[in-house]
Nanobody
Framework: QVQLVESGGGLVQPGGSLRLSCAAS????????MGWYRQAPGKERELVAA????????NYADSVKGRFTISRDNAKNTVYLQMNSLKPEDTAVYYC????????????????????WGQGTQVTVSS
């Protein structure tokens, strides 16, 4: 059974930083692409960042480029999202996801292509 468990969310002031983690189990982690999404109240879930199975290729939403970094440690079955220079508009529930139904050589940008999701972690950016 595939499980994804996010952690690291919380309340941070504008300009601050947080690092989210997503620990995976029940899956051959190093074979599959991973992604981070977020969903704010009243809005659709949107891609934040995606990464290939080996970590060699990444993709970011324009709104987070230069501020967020996705990475993975396949030895620890964990994917990370380092978030710097946080803004109030980054406030959302952040989810990690994995696609196990296809090659991990390509990052995945469409919500519908992901097969498994975590429960989410709240990030609130406010003074």
């Amino acid at each position: 059974q595939v499980q994804l468990v996010e952690s690291g969310g919380g309340l941070v002031q504008p300009g601050g930083s947080l690092r989210l983690s997503c620990a995976a189990s029940g899956v051959t982690f190093n074979s599959y692409a991973m992604g981070w999404y977020r969903q704010a109240p009243g809005k659709e879930r949107e891609l934040v960042a995606a990464i290939t199975s080996a970590g060699g290729y990444t993709n970011y939403a324009d709104s987070v480029k230069g501020r967020f970094t996705i990475s993975r440690d396949n030895a620890k079955n964990t994917v990370y999202l380092q978030m710097n220079s946080l803004k109030p508009e980054d406030t959302a529930v952040y989810y990690c996801a994995t696609r196990t139904s296809n090659s991990g050589s390509y990052y995945v940008t469409q919500v519908a292509e992901y097969d498994y999701w975590g429960q989410g972690t709240q990030v609130t950016v406010s003074s």
